[in-house]
């Protein structure tokens, strides 16, 4: 029974990772009419500014809730092997990604002119992140030191890259920093849902 619940959630993992790299698709692939253009009031589906406005919130929302079953799933699966620091790191990695979840919530269902919302969106985000980025370091560090080389690089890899993101957003070049956000996160929803898939465990390494 747990073995096929874990077969779901790394099956869900592998859709959460389509959801992100359909995101990166630039606007500029999908039909007309694209941002910018006047009057579009009502934009048919599948075009540049449905996408924008629609699909890719619609997706980045499924794909960070598919994140935290997945990541729960693993959680569930190896805690009774990890340390308690590691077990920690965990959990607030967890708790950050739901807490980011709440946050794009937040933020796409915002009105025009609610500012409150935004505002509060952004401080869970401030909140978020850095547990995130520290909670998946050190959960996936845990894994590294237990010789899980596959499902520690896959922990690690992406909040590195992250900050490679930031850095670079700040400098003025997202475009490019948001590849360094997606597809490494894209890559590690993946491995971990073939990790899932397949029922490795820690314990099967030590």
Do not use: H
């Not at 919302?117 to 996936?140: H, N, V």
């Amino acid at each position: 029974m747990w073995r096929r619940s874990s077969q779901i959630a790394g099956s869900l993992l592998g859709l959460s990772a389509v959801c992100l790299l359909v995101t990166t698709v630039p606007l500029e692939l999908w039909p007309t009419p694209r941002p910018g253009d006047s009057y579009v009031f009502n934009p048919p589906p599948f075009s540049a500014i449905w996408v924008q406005q629609t699909l890719r919130p619609g997706l980045i929302i499924g794909a960070n809730a598919l994140l935290v079953v997945g990541l729960s799933a693993v959680l569930r699966r190896d805690s009774a092997s990890m340390s308690r620091l590691q077990r920690a790191f965990a959990f607030g990695a967890l708790f950050g990604t739901g807490a980011c979840l709440l946050g794009t919530l937040l933020f796409t269902t915002a009105g025009t002119d609610d500012i409150g919302r935004e505002l509060t969106a952004f401080l869970i985000w401030a909140l978020a992140i850095p547990l995130i980025l520290l909670g998946l370091i050190g959960w996936g560090a845990g894994y590294l030191r237990a010789d899980s080389t596959r499902l520690g690089a896959a922990l690690t890899v992406p909040p590195v890259l992250a900050v490679a993101y930031i850095g670079l957003s700040v400098a003025g070049f997202s475009p490019v920093g948001r590849l360094l956000l997606v597809i490494p996160t894209s890559g590690m929803a993946l491995v971990v849902g073939y990790d899932l898939w397949t029922g490795d465990t820690v314990s099967k390494d030590r």
